[in-house]
């Protein structure tokens, strides 16, 4: 049972590059959500989804895409990577918006 | 949501209780206490969360105010893998929904000493 699992744990982009952050569960949890992880900012929302097919914008939704085609994974596209974009993200998931756990990350550097 | 306050940091004695205590004096009837904490690098870990009652589980308890304006996170038996930044945050229960998801603070990061 490997919970929330994000892959890749680490990358490195180039300013324009796109790329996929992957986040899979097997808790069977409709509510799964991205944020992000910035020195001295706390974490913010991204995007969110309360189930297949149903996805919604956070906090901070510009320049992400998702998509939620099945329960179990809900991947988080970065169209077109800014240094901006340099931060820690996390998946996490949950039965309810309180009660949520977390992925162990993806660390990335946009240059 | 309803904000909430916590020291920005505590030392405790590995063995001894852990007491972070978290102030939240408006919260409204239907918000829930839900305590997090983030060990250095990894993701946050959910702890407990409660409404109005004492609650607790085999990570805490947590021990809210008659009037749930303030609240304390209990940790029996402090280890020095105990040391983390804890959140307390306040937010209503949603079975699904909330584009304001949860909104972490400073929170408290507590070391816990040898």
């Known amino acids: 049972n490997a919970g929330v699992t994000q892959t890749p744990k680490f990358q490195v982009l180039k300013t324009g590059q796109s790329m996929t952050l992957q986040c899979a569960q097997d808790?069977?949890?409709?509510?799964m959500s991205w944020y992000r992880q910035d020195p001295g900012m706390g974490l913010r929302l991204i995007h969110y989804?309360?189930?297949?097919?149903?996805?919604d914008q956070g906090e901070v939704p510009n320049g992400y895409n998702v998509s939620r085609s099945t329960t179990e994974d809900f991947p988080l596209r970065l169209l077109s990577a800014a240094p901006s974009q340099t931060s820690v993200y996390f998946c996490?998931?949950?039965?309810?918006?309180?009660?949520?756990?977390f992925g162990e990350g993806s660390r990335l550097t946009v240059l | 949501d309803a904000k909430t306050t916590q020291p920005p940091s505590m030392d405790c004695a590995e063995g001894r209780a852990a007491n972070l205590p978290c102030n939240h004096s408006?919260?409204?009837?239907?918000?829930?206490v839900y305590w997090y904490r983030q060990i250095h690098s990894q993701g946050p870990q959910y702890i407990i969360h409660?409404?109005?009652n004492n609650e607790t589980n085999e990570m805490a308890s947590l021990i809210i105010t008659e009037d749930r304006k303030s609240s304390t996170l209990i940790l029996p038996h402090a280890t020095l893998r105990d040391t983390a930044v804890y959140y307390c945050?306040?937010?209503?229960?949603?079975?699904?929904?909330?584009?304001?998801?949860?909104?972490f603070g400073k929170g408290t990061h507590l070391i816990i000493q040898p």
């Open positions: 996490a998931v949950g039965p309810t918006t309180g009660e949520l756990f």
């Open positions: 808790m069977n949890h409709e509510y």
């Open positions: 989804s309360v189930g297949a097919g149903i996805t």
């Open positions: 408006t919260i409204s009837g239907n918000e829930y």
């Open positions: 409660g409404l109005k």
């Open positions: 945050i306040v937010r209503a229960a949603h079975s699904g929904g909330g584009a304001d998801g949860l909104t």
